[in-house]
């Protein structure tokens, strides 16, 4: 998905103790979306909650939209065309409908409710987003992970998944990155990791054992989930820092609830982003812009996708400065 926003919003608290580190519950900061089109007129919304002011990464994780139910009818689904990444890693994951992929390394895929696609960008890759005729709701999120420095210029990648789901006691859990439940994905990241969907029965609860090393987020997709003391409503992403063993979720609707569980250990790179690339100075996004707008070898070609590539949107009249998390 290309990244056509920037612009922050605030947070507000919830919970106690400092940063989980006490026998009190842990501190979640609850960071709130902001709607953002994509594309055109009839251009489908999605809510974004990283990054913004009070919180840039949670692990790696450096971007999440989260969007729909979406009537394809009405909106006329996603329709992204062949755009460029560099430094990171797009993590897909749907709730419902289909996404066909097509990207610079000669992938022609489809994104599918419980499967993983995960593309690495690396030193530059393209691709394409489109909801397929078969979709009548799309819904899901879209994720981007910062490559580490030593990593950032790695080769580019294409990696599916389908993980199995595990069921305790009223509650669903497909882990797509990382270990949690004792399941563990064989999904290559370049830090360590958590991605997981759970589906929470009415009134289910479940009490989860953490990695202390790890900062979490948990982004609510229906449902009011309850995450140690603090409640989130949907749409809303629940931030816990590090130093907890343990974290209860509490399903407090009458209805089925869902979340996406977030997780790794704190990114102290400071990084550069800007529309779909992630650098480490101004310098390196200038020339991931000039490469595409020259239609370099760098990204590649995308085939197949009916239609213009996006170009690049007017750098700022700005040094780009790089981006840290609140300390907060």
């Known amino acids: ?27 979640v900061d609850v960071l709130s979306p902001r709607d953002v089109p994509l594309g ?10 990283l990054p913004q002011r009070a919180r840039t990464l949670i692990g790696a994780w450096c971007f999440a939209d989260h969007y729909g139910p979406d009537d394809v009818g009405e909106t006329g689904g996603m329709d ?23 990207d610079s390394l000669g992938n022609h895929a ?22 397929t005729p078969r979709t009548t709701l799309l819904h899901g999120v879209q994720l981007w992970v910062a490559l580490p420095d030593e990593h950032r210029h790695a080769e580019r990648d294409f990696q599916h998944y389908v993980p199995v789901p595990v069921r305790i006691d009223g509650v669903e859990i497909r882990v797509f990155l990382g270990s949690l439940a004792g399941v563990v994905s064989p999904v290559r990241t370049f830090t360590p990791l958590l991605g997981a969907e759970i589906i929470l029965e009415p009134r289910a609860a479940i009490t989860l054992t953490m990695d202390s090393g790890f900062e979490h987020g948990l982004l609510v997709d229906h449902g009011d989930v309850r995450i140690a003391d603090t409640l989130l409503r949907p749409s809303e ?3 816990v820092h590090t130093g907890i063993n343990t974290l209860t979720l509490t399903n407090e609707s009458e209805g089925e609830a869902r979340a996406v569980l977030l ?8 990084i550069v982003m800007w529309w779909n690339f992630i650098g480490r100075s101004h310098d ?45």
């Not at 812009?289 to 590539?309: C, I, K, M």
């Open 1 to 27: 998905m290309s990244n056509i926003e920037a612009e922050p919003v605030e947070s507000r608290r919830g919970g106690l103790g400092d940063g989980g580190r006490s026998t009190q519950a842990p501190r």
């Open 40 to 49: 055109g007129p009839r251009a489908m919304t999605v809510r974004r909650t």
């Open 80 to 102: 992204v065309a062949p755009h460029p990444h560099t430094g990171l890693q797009t993590v897909s994951w749907l709730f419902s409908g289909e996404i066909e992929h097509r």
């Open 110 to 131: 489809f994104v599918r409710p419980g499967e993983l696609n995960l593309m690495t960008g690396g030193y530059g890759i393209s691709h394409s987003e489109v909801s």
């Open 237 to 239: 992403l629940g931030y």
């Open 263 to 270: 997780g790794g250990t704190p990114f102290e790179e400071e």
């Open 284 to 328: 390196d996004i200038v020339r991931a812009r000039e490469d595409w707008q020259s239609s370099s070898d760098r990204f590649g070609t995308v085939e197949g996708y009916a239609g213009e590539r996006l170009p690049a949107p007017a750098l700022p009249n700005a040094t780009i400065a790089p981006r840290r998390n609140s300390r907060r």
